[in-house]
């Protein structure tokens, strides 16, 4: 079971937004989407569906009761060109440090490209065990959602995501 | 293009016209610097374009796009949108 206040909650964090953030694009008080997401009111009948607009997903999944799936399969007939997603990692540190970047799956498949062709990139210590081709292909073939989720035991979080 | 870079010792916030670092010239030289360091990397002309032309699509749908947002605990920013 979830509720819609734990679903606000996740949807705003895993597109690195904060309530603020939310709140001045509903334009509502950063308090009103404190209190959705502690379930302690509900978002206006009137908001769901920018909410979920906003949010990349509809207003049934919403109102549903179904906990939110961090990584989801689409359908064949609901899968976007690659060109149409946005590759997210989210960093957020203990010490308070924040990352945010949002890239065009579009553009991370051309800079790959690029990068295997640099002996520098292609050839880097961190870098050569990830198999990149791999997760485009992954991405290709309708995998989208919070692909990578690390909770360090200092408190760090690295989040990506594709949507 | 906006960037913005706060530290302690920088304070930079420049607005561009993309079009102005997105072009051809700017490829040119940008592949002449690279290649001039660092001989081994071998990006031709048509890599680097399409490089630029997927930048500039994305930027036609998608106005002022947050590509960068980093803040630090001790109080530097450096912000990207295109």
């Known amino acids: 079971m979830s509720s819609i206040g734990t679903k606000i909650a996740f949807y705003r964090k895993s597109r690195g937004m904060t309530q603020e953030d939310l709140a001045e694009k509903l334009r509502v008080s950063a308090q009103a989407v404190s209190k959705w997401e502690n379930d302690i009111a509900c978002p206006d009948i009137l908001l769901l569906a920018p909410l979920s607009k906003l949010f990349g997903t509809t207003t049934d999944e919403l109102l549903s009761a179904d906990s939110v799936k961090s990584v989801r399969l689409l359908p064949e007939n609901e899968r976007s060109d690659i060109k149409g997603l946005t590759l997210k990692v989210i960093v957020d540190s203990n010490d308070g440090d924040k990352v945010r970047i949002n890239l065009p799956m579009e553009l991370v498949k051309v800079a790959l490209e690029i990068g295997s062709k640099i002996p520098q990139i292609a050839n880097n210590e961190h870098l050569k065990n990830i198999d990149f081709e791999q997760i485009i292909l992954m991405v290709e073939s309708g995998v989208i959602g919070k692909l990578v989720e690390i909770e360090s035991a200092d408190g760090d979080i690295v989040n990506v995501v594709v949507e | ?82």
């Not at chain 2, 072009?23 to 001039?36: G, Q």
């Not at chain 2, 997927?54 to 947050?66: A, G, L, T, V």
């Open chain 2, 1 to 82: 293009m906006k960037v913005v870079i706060k530290s302690e010792k920088t304070n930079l916030f420049i607005i561009l016209p993309t079009s102005l670092i997105l072009n051809r010239l700017s490829a040119t030289i940008a592949i002449k610097i690279i290649k001039s360091k660092q001989p081994s990397i071998d990006i031709s002309g048509y890599d680097f374009k399409k490089f630029i032309n997927s930048i500039k699509n994305y930027k036609r749908q998608h106005k002022r796009w947050e590509v960068v947002n980093i803040s630090s605990s001790n109080g530097e920013i450096v912000f990207v949108s295109l």
